[in-house]
């Protein structure tokens, strides 16, 4: 991201998609390009980022690849952990839009900042006066189901709620023990061929939480090239 604009993803892995979603080069890229030709969503999230004075708000830096998955999978259920302003959660919803169903099922638990004009000290933190996802289109809202709420007690939720899980994309800070428990706990949705996706920063490196998930589920995680994005493509689960 530049300092004072929005930038586009400018160098999508589309070989990122293909592994995990188990599909054609050709269809992952034509997905990928798809999601580059939606000028105008690009340009509604740009516009609002510049009114509260940031170029973003912390986000997974692959929301092409995420909108591909999506377009790819046709899942009923995404399951998505963090939002801040909304990018992802706007390209996941716009690929569910244009698969005509499925619901994107958003987790988040506010940062704000003390008062107007003082630093959270956290690059997620909400501005003044707007709530998670503010930068999402208002169209795209109606196959979202945003959950305020730490994840600990709203994943639990989801897990007796929903009957399956496609896609799993967690974009927050954790730590392995933690976020292991709520990996297991969500296991039993998603089936096979699901993916689940963990952000660990840039630069990060796996996580062992992920790890021991995807050996759990007979997988092997992929990395996102030039991000600490991994994630893998269930199978089997273990007996």
């Given at each position: 991201m530049s300092s004072n604009s929005m930038q586009i993803e400018e160098d999508p892995d589309s070989a990122w998609v293909e592994r995990l979603a188990g599909c054609?080069?050709?269809?992952?890229?034509r997905r990928i390009h798809e999601a580059q030709r939606d000028v105008r969503l690009f340009r509604h999230l740009a516009r609002e980022h510049a009114r509260e004075g940031r170029a973003s708000y912390i986000e997974i830096?692959?929301?092409?690849?995420?909108?591909?998955?999506?377009?790819?999978?046709?899942p009923?259920?995404?399951?998505?952990?963090?939002?801040?302003?909304?990018?992802?959660?706007?390209?996941?919803?716009?690929?569910?839009?244009?698969?005509?169903?499925?619901?994107?099922?958003?987790?988040?638990?506010?940062?704000?900042?003390?008062?107007?004009?003082?630093?959270?000290g956290r690059s997620w933190s909400l501005p003044p006066g707007r709530e998670s996802g503010w930068a999402v289109p208002f169209p795209l809202r109606k196959r979202w189901d945003l959950r305020l709420g730490d994840k600990r007690e709203v994943l639990p939720l989801l897990a007796k709620e929903l009957d399956e899980i496609r896609l799993f994309v967690y974009d927050v800070p954790h730590e392995?023990?933690?976020?292991?428990?709520?990996?297991l706990?969500?296991?039993?949705?998603?089936?096979?061929?699901?993916?689940?996706i963990v952000d660990h920063g840039p630069g990060g490196e796996l996580c062992e939480a992920l790890a021991r998930w995807a050996a759990r589920r007979h997988a092997a995680p992929v990395g996102r090239t030039g991000l600490g994005?991994?994630?893998?493509?269930?199978?089997?689960?273990a007996p």
């Open positions: 054609s080069a050709a269809l992952a890229a830096d692959a929301p092409l690849e995420l909108y591909a998955l999506v377009r790819i999978l046709r009923r259920h995404v399951v998505e952990v963090g939002v801040s302003s909304g990018v992802s959660s706007a390209y996941l919803l716009r690929a569910l839009e244009r698969n005509g169903a499925g619901t994107l099922h958003s987790v988040d638990l506010p940062k704000r900042p003390a008062k107007r004009g003082t630093p959270s392995d023990a933690g976020s292991y428990r709520e990996f706990r969500l296991d039993p949705r998603l089936p096979r061929g699901a993916v689940a994005l991994f994630g893998f493509r269930c199978g089997a689960r």
